[in-house]
Each structure stands twice: as C-alpha cells, then as structure tokens.
C-alpha cells in the first residue's frame, strides 16, 4: 500500500486548495480511506473520510460546508477540495487508509499514511 499526497502550497485567507491522493497497492472502495491533518505543535486530527463498508462520508464540525472530499476509483485517487481557508488551518495535511473499512472514527483507526502535503494559510 502506497499513498502519495501532492497539491499542498501557500494560500492567502479565504483561498482555495485541492489536494490529491494517489494510491496504490489497494482498491479505494475496499477501504476506509481520507484526510487528517496535524497542525504545529498539535496532534493530528480528522478532516474528511470515506467509510469504506457503506461509502458514506464523514466531516470534521470546523470545515463542513467548505471542504469537499471526492475520490476516482478510476484512476485510484482521492481528492480534498478546500475553499475558504482560514490561518489556523495551516498543517501538514496526510492522506490514510484503513483496510477493516471502519477507519473513519479517527487517526489511530488508520493502518496506512502518506508523507503529507503542507498547507500554509498565510498573507
């Protein structure tokens, strides 16, 4: 299982970012598979997942209605879209996956992560 994130960059407040996941090794659908995101100096948290049993989606309460997580089972990727960002969401954020498909519930429910793609919300 490899996952690799890219799309990651400097963005002023209120900008827009779309992140990309490319995986490999697994199908997407068989997996609970999403985004979390570790900002400076705090643990990592949930943003955005897919359950892999019934492909429902879950979003963190501080980015629902800006956020859009999407995911091609064509070409195997998993897409984050940001809109509207805000200061404090500067982190690293990480794409992970879960092969029970019942990851969703947190980071340590994640068996797989990327390296992480940095986002930086700045003026």
Same mark, same amino acid.
């Given at each position: 299982?490899?996952?690799?994130?890219?799309?990651?960059?400097?963005?002023?407040?209120g900008?827009?970012?779309?992140?990309?996941c490319?995986?490999?090794?697994?199908?997407?659908d068989?997996?609970?598979?999403?985004?979390?995101?570790?900002?400076?100096?705090?643990?990592?948290?949930g943003? &955005?997942?897919?359950? #892999?049993?019934?492909? /429902?989606?879950?979003? +963190?309460?501080?980015?629902? %209605?800006?956020? @859009?997580?999407?995911?091609?089972?064509?070409?195997?990727?998993l897409?984050?879209?940001?809109?509207?960002l805000?200061?404090?969401?500067?982190?690293?954020?990480?794409?992970? &996956?879960?092969?029970? #498909?019942?990851?969703? /519930?947190?980071?340590? +429910?994640m068996?797989?992560? %990327?390296?992480? @793609?940095?986002?930086?919300?700045?003026?």
């Amino acid at each position: 299982v490899q996952l690799v994130e890219s799309g990651g960059g400097l963005v002023q407040p209120g900008g827009s970012l779309r992140l990309s996941c490319e995986a490999s090794g697994f199908i997407l659908d068989d997996y609970a598979i999403g985004w979390f995101r570790q900002a400076p100096g705090k643990g990592r948290e949930g943003v &955005a997942c897919f359950n #892999g049993w019934d492909g /429902s989606t879950h979003y +963190a309460d501080s980015i629902k %209605g800006r956020f @859009t997580i999407s995911k091609d089972t064509t070409k195997n990727t998993l897409d984050l879209q940001m809109n509207n960002l805000k200061p404090e969401e500067t982190a690293v954020y990480y794409c992970a &996956a879960d092969p029970t #498909g019942l990851g969703c /519930s947190g980071p340590s +429910a994640m068996d797989y992560w %990327g390296k992480g @793609t940095l986002v930086t919300v700045s003026s």
